[in-house]
């Protein structure tokens, strides 16, 4: 049975638009789904605003921060030497917590680790997944998670060739390949008209964050990219990694080249029904 469906795209493809409409097409056939776009806080493979301390870290943000020993004893979730907190989920839970705490704890986000740690934490994040994921009746929509952040950290962030960035997916997808996973790309085809869209609906503070993180490190700065065409450059070097790596994946999927939404949604409808014709009850 199909456990896991995968939704990528550049920004302003679709993805939002397609993870629910898949996620409200399965419910209708009866399968159970759970849908996690971008930003979940609670996503079950990967993560999202969480920390990871080392030992050390963690003693010294203890000593930075005495009255919240007991506090941080009781959030903190321990794997091995790896300390997790899940700061932006204790911010909004508990929203008297004193923003210096939440900036302290924000200073170790797992997306901005080094990149040999981060892949370690996240391999093992998704192996997981897919063994609680096995066991469980749940289909599982994922967007963008699967090639969108760990391409954007190896690549955007910290510059790792781009072998290493595809073997690192490939990795991914052979953890969750016992769920039988699909993919859905949603391929906008001219890169630079659809991020000129996207930037055209989104707040101008998206825009300038996006800019400021493709252009002023990682792959970006070593290229002296710049601006909106640094931007660009960026995105339009990922959308031909992302191309190259779907025929490498260990499972199929269906390729969107965007023409009308109620085409999309009808080329969409017809690759689930074949999926899951014989598991749907």
């Given amino acids: 049975m199909t456990k896991l469906i995968l939704v990528e795209g550049l920004p302003g493809s679709g993805k939002t638009t397609t993870a629910v409409f898949v996620a409200d097409w399965l419910t209708r056939q009866g399968v159970e789904t759970a849908v996690f776009l971008e ?100 289909t599982y929509i994922f967007e963008c998670t699967f090639l969108q952040n760990p391409l954007t950290m190896m690549l955007g962030r910290h510059d790792e060739s781009v072998t290493a960035a595809q073997a690192f997916v490939l990795e991914l997808a052979a953890s969750v390949q016992p769920l039988q996973p699909r993919w859905l790309y949603l391929d906008p085809g001219n890169v630079r008209d659809c991020l000129t869209q996207a930037a055209q609906t989104r707040p101008p503070e998206w825009l300038d964050y996006v800019i400021a993180y493709h252009t002023r490190q990682g792959h970006g700065k070593a290229q002296g990219w710049q601006g909106f065409d640094g931007m660009v450059n960026f995105y339009e070097m990922r959308h031909a990694i992302e191309l190259g790596l779907l025929p490498q994946l260990p499972f199929s999927g269906l390729l969107v080249q965007h023409t009308t939404w109620l085409e999309d949604q009808k080329k969409i409808a017809e690759f689930l029904d074949q999926t899951f014709s014989s598991q749907i009850p």
């Avoid at 050390?56 to 009255?67: D, R």
């Avoid at 939440?102 to 080094?114: M, Q």
């Avoid at 996240?122 to 609680?132: E, G, I, M, V």
Wanted: glycine letters at 2%; one cysteine or more.
């Fill in 39 to 138: 930003g979940n806080l609670n996503h079950p493979a990967d993560f999202e605003s969480v920390a990871c301390l080392d030992a050390p870290e963690l003693t010294a943000l203890k000593t930075q921060f005495p009255e919240y020993i007991d506090f941080l004893d009781r959030q903190v979730l321990v794997d091995g030497d790896d300390h997790f907190f899940r700061y932006r989920a204790l911010q909004q839970t508990i929203p008297t917590l004193p923003e210096a705490l939440i900036a302290a704890l924000a200073r170790y986000e797992i997306y901005e680790l080094p990149a040999d740690k981060f892949r370690r934490i996240l391999l093992r994040r998704w192996q997981r997944f897919a063994d609680s994921a096995a066991a469980s009746t749940v």
